[in-house]
């Protein structure tokens, strides 16, 4: 019997206003149609800024691939090619503005980044509760949302002060974020200070799941899938020295790094930071794969008017199925001694006891980072006021598919299964 599909939540009506302004101010010539052209962009670039250099090449094929992806699957309203265009020169400018400053200051690409603790999991395995938990301790260096919204630095800006422009910018995308959808920040609460992760550190190489969760766009997840990612991750180590250099942070700390990207890309990741040491978070998958189909869904929602909720389930249930298999892959190049397994339900029932195993594994103290822990962990109960609440039925899916897909990774790794009634977060 087919199983029976329940609506997701739509959008706001924020985002129909915005398309019919759109539709309106182009077909009366008072706003140009955006372009996605490669070409065009890069011109339009370098004669605002001054520059033309935007480092290697490389990221003309992710491109190009993204685009083709758009324009043939992604079916985007107004507002939705709106964006596209905007972040693409966004991401255009930053290139640029970043090889200015490598070429300003070249003791930028010498620093060190030794040792970094990278947390590894599919997305929503817990992974950010773990990443901000790490970032609390003042011992490692991190993210904060806006450096990965903005990680390159304004041209006049002091080092190692929050004084610039991106923290405003930031404020102000969350603020269109939430009138968009205001769902997308009860799932994932951040705010321009927040640790984050190194998602726009990826987007500068056009490259990753961001784009898949933000767009229907399947066929560039199965482009990037295939391809060598190490000249992403080369482009996210180098803007890595840039945030830390602009942070006047010491070359001694290390960073606490985390994306769901990893999963997808361990080998590039065990090659560009050979001296890692990785924090795997595990997860029911029918709790992860609900909760991912449902953030993709909020935002792909937002950008087009042609959504498929169950095309968005099958496309997450094959996303997590491809995570869970190439990261058992790759860590058979890990030695053991380099990583450590956590599971959802024990951060669930004890944090602070499962934390201290992490920093056992780590050969640290937890003592000094407590503070910070707790501060978090009360910050982060008050944000989350409403639940995320989704289910699988609402994609077309069902626990015995996902069963019969990730069996292996339940029994691989003692993942346990939550039940319906706690399936929120």
């Not at 869904?297 to 008017?305: E, L, P, R």
Request: aromatic share 8%; charged share 30%.
């Amino acid at each position: 019997m087919q199983q029976e599909i329940v609506s997701p939540p739509d959008r706001t009506a924020f985002i129909g206003i915005v398309n019919r302004w759109l539709r309106f101010a182009q077909a009366t010539r008072l706003k140009r149609s955006p372009t996605l052209d490669r070409a065009r962009l890069m011109d339009r670039v370098a004669q605002k800024i001054g520059l033309d250099d935007f480092g290697d090449p490389w990221f003309h094929e992710s491109y190009d691939a993204l685009v083709d992806a758009l324009r043939g699957e992604a079916r985007l309203n107004p507002a939705g090619e709106m964006v596209a265009e905007l972040q693409s020169e966004k991401v255009l400018t930053d290139r640029a503005e970043a090889q200015r400053w490598f070429a300003a200051h070249p003791e930028i690409l010498e620093r060190a980044l030794p040792r970094p603790v990278i947390v590894v999991g599919p997305m929503r395995s817990g992974t950010t509760r773990m990443h901000r938990l790490l970032a609390a301790d003042d011992r490692f260096q991190h993210l904060r949302s806006f450096e990965t919204i903005s990680p390159v630095p304004p041209r006049r800006f002091t080092r190692g002060r929050d004084n610039d422009r991106r923290i405003a910018d930031a404020r102000t995308i969350q603020r269109m974020a939430k009138l968009a959808n205001p769902r997308t920040l009860n799932i994932h609460p951040t705010g321009p200070m927040q640790p984050e992760e190194e998602l726009g550190l990826l987007v500068n190489s056009f490259w990753g799941m961001k784009h898949e969760v933000q767009w229907a766009i399947p066929s560039y997840g199965r482009w990037c899938e295939e391809q060598d990612a190490r000249p992403a991750y080369r482009q996210l180590a180098r803007l890595l020295k840039l945030v830390s250099w602009s942070q006047q942070k010491s070359t001694l700390k290390p960073w606490i790094l985390k994306t769901p990207q990893y999963m997808l890309d361990l080998d590039a990741v065990i090659d560009t930071f050979p001296d890692a040491r990785f924090v795997f978070t595990h997860r029911d998958p029918n709790a992860v794969v609900g909760s991912a189909a449902s953030l993709a869904w909020n935002q792909t929602v937002i950008y087009s008017d042609h959504a498929d909720a169950r095309a968005v389930g099958r496309e997450w249930l094959r996303k997590t199925e491809q995570q869970v298999t190439r990261m058992h892959r790759a860590r058979e190049r890990i030695d053991r001694s380099r990583m450590i397994d956590v599971h959802y339900e024990d951060m669930d029932r004890d944090w602070q006891g499962t934390m201290r195993r992490v920093y056992r594994f780590l050969g640290m103290d937890m003592t000094p980072a407590l503070p910070g822990m707790r501060d978090f962990i009360g910050r982060s109960r008050a944000l989350k006021i409403t639940p995320h609440r989704y289910s699988l039925a609402e994609f077309g899916l069902s626990e015995g598919e996902v069963g019969e897909r990730l069996g292996d990774y339940v029994r691989n790794y003692g993942v346990r299964l939550e039940g319906r009634e706690r399936r929120r977060a």
